[in-house]
């Protein structure tokens, strides 16, 4: 998906574009080969000075923004997991691969964990497959676009026929988007907090699948905004159990005086997507998908 850059209004000014094509083949004499000479806008290393950060906040912010806007999506259902659970037809070769028994171990729990793999590809699907009647769409699925549960939502909604975004972050490893992402909805992020910032912006639902310290950052930080009143209640899903109850004492948090008893029903502790749907119709007197 590709959209065109809004008209400029009339106005005796010309363009940013029109000038940035007028600068691109200055005549060659020292003053237009020093880098004091270039537009400010077209100048990569004032753009990344230090104290330059600011105003890349706001472009990171900006451009996510306005792309979607021009898109339409006004109303996401997000998927939060982690990235190293493996697709079930990966399981076994993850639990082969490993080379100590204690490296078999770990591989196991996760092979283990695939079965949520499944299950964020059915939540996604069911969650694209909701229109209402006058054409428009519930929710527009939305990840992390990397690998594992985050791919497995983006492939939910490719199968629905569907749109679906994926908002990637640049890591000291590499990183690609998996690949059914909508292109023109794949976003590459410098700053988390931005990343976050649009992982919310959106968000009518929240499905948080197992995962390590990347999710729980997600999901604690969505827990606090909605403890302390900066966001509205929206159904936050918290896939595993087993996991979660191993993982956080959430009682202990409310015996300990620290969180309310009334913050544990902040969230759903479900084991499926069906369950988990259920959860968002009843929020939202949705009709059950086709």
């Not at 939910?156 to 679906?164: I, K, M, N, R, T």
Request: net charge negative.
């Amino acid at each position: 998906m590709t959209t065109s850059p809004p008209n400029n209004p009339p106005g005796i000014f010309p363009s940013a574009r029109t000038e940035a094509e007028l600068a691109k083949a200055p005549t060659s004499v020292p003053q237009t080969e020093h880098p004091a000479y270039r537009l400010a806008f077209q100048d990569h290393d004032f753009l990344l000075r230090e104290d330059l950060r600011p105003v890349r906040f706001q472009l990171e912010l900006l451009k996510v923004e306005l792309a979607l806007s021009e898109a339409g999506i006004d109303s996401t259902f997000v998927f939060y997991g982690s990235a190293r659970i493996p697709a079930p037809d990966k399981a076994e070769a993850l639990v082969n691969a490993a080379a100590t028994p204690q490296a078999r171990a770990i591989a196991e729990r996760l092979a283990a964990k695939s079965r949520y793999y499944e299950e964020a590809r059915k939540l996604a699907r069911l969650a694209s497959s909701c229109d209402p009647a006058d054409g428009s769409r519930c929710f527009t699925v939305c990840s992390g676009g990397g690998p594992s549960i985050m791919e497995a939502a983006n492939l939910g909604a490719h199968e629905a026929g569907a749109p679906s975004l994926g908002l990637n972050i640049v890591l000291p490893h590499e990183q690609v988007p998996n690949p059914y992402v909508t292109p023109g909805l794949s976003f590459q992020f410098h700053y988390f907090a931005l990343r976050k910032m649009h992982f919310l912006m959106r968000a009518k639902a929240v499905a948080v699948f197992p995962g390590g310290y990347g999710t729980m950052d997600e999901f604690f930080e969505l827990l606090t905004l909605v403890q302390t009143g900066k966001v509205k209640p929206v159904p936050i899903l918290l896939f595993g159990r087993d996991f979660w109850g191993t993982v956080v004492n959430f009682q202990a948090l409310a015996d300990e005086g620290v969180i309310s008893a009334a913050d544990l029903a902040l969230f759903h502790v479900v084991e499926t997507a069906d369950e988990a749907w259920e959860i968002v119709r009843a929020q939202y007197g949705l009709q059950a998908a086709r």
